[in-house]
């Protein structure tokens, strides 16, 4: 709610009359976003809002306003857009690192991905005909879920004036969101133990070996087993930029690495001690710290949460999903790509007159309002991640 009002501050709410603004025949959603002066429109009724929230205006003036035709519409639209920019704007770094998909409903859905057919040209004799190359296929299923939650207040609260809620529900929906979404990311990954021992296995050839600390060296040795993975052609697959993924415990590690102007070294590219010449001095190699413009840090605060061995200390490198061949692909149902906010029709009627969602329910005089999230995901090609626990066994 505050920064939609950002945008229309030179407007006098307190001068704004309800049948000025709401009054008329009732128009459907569509119309009303299709007429010229909607946006208009829906500024004077954000600042209308917003001056009962903070107690410019009676709660029964919004009570009153419920019950025109286009009032209801607007007011949806302010909390939707509220929560939206909520949504978009909590720090949220995974789709750095996995693909987004669309699907159609809630049914599986299968990606396939296929290899083969990009080994070396063979060479071809006269006369002689082309060998006909291979392709394999992979097969990955996974299907969207709906997830939600509930939020109200009563009825006294609005006549007392505790109406805060109006600006804080949007922040609280839309971060809701965004955690859930996390969350779903990070527990794809992670296991109780850390990286998942199913997807980060020896047989993927994607775990670095002894489990190494995060460090220069670990990240020297994580990019150079990215850099030997290989295609069902045993041909090089190249991964031009990668993502740093650690639990908010090594962050300042992280940065500390990542933000190095320069990077001193053994001419082997390993640690500076132990390595002499033959005149017994030691020899040092100092680089700038190429790391800068390949490596980018994403910090995941639910890695703890959800590996509760090891999860301060594991880490995983993932190559950008720029790149053709994810990770990990989460997927939105089409036309509910983003959090969508839903308010109870009053189950009550006064007798002799009109009711608003504004009077509550007939039970509780509750006034209701609930969030609806649409999405799911799977891991994929784990060629394209290598991961540590941190613990160097």
Partial sequence: ???L???IETLRSEDASVHRLFGGEGRSVRSLTSRPDYRVRLAEAAAFVAAVAIGRRPFHHLQEAMTTSD???FFGDIIDRSVLASYREYPSTWKNYVKVGTVPDFRQVKRFTFQGAEGLLLQVGELNEYKEAALTEAKYNYAVKKYGRKM?????????????L???LPVRLGRAARRSEQRFVTDLFFGTTGPDTTFFAAGNANVITSNPALSI???QTAMTVLAAQTDSDGEPIFIEAVELVVPPALEIT???ILNAVQIELNTSGGNITGLANSSGVEQRLITQNWMRSRVRLNVDPYIPLIATTNGNTSWMLVANPASGRPAAEIGYLRGHAEPEVFMKEPNARRVGGASSPMDGSFELDAIEYKVRH???GVLQDPKMAVASNGTGS
């Fill in 1 to 3: 709610m505050p920064e």
């Fill in 5 to 7: 009002l950002e945008t």
């Fill in 71 to 73: 009032f209801p519409l």
């Fill in 152 to 164: 109200a207040f009563s009825w006294e609260a609005g006549i007392n004036g505790d109406l805060d």
């Fill in 166 to 168: 109006l600006n804080d």
């Fill in 217 to 219: 060296a670990a990240l």
């Fill in 254 to 256: 992280a940065r500390n």
């Fill in 374 to 376: 649409v999405f799911g």
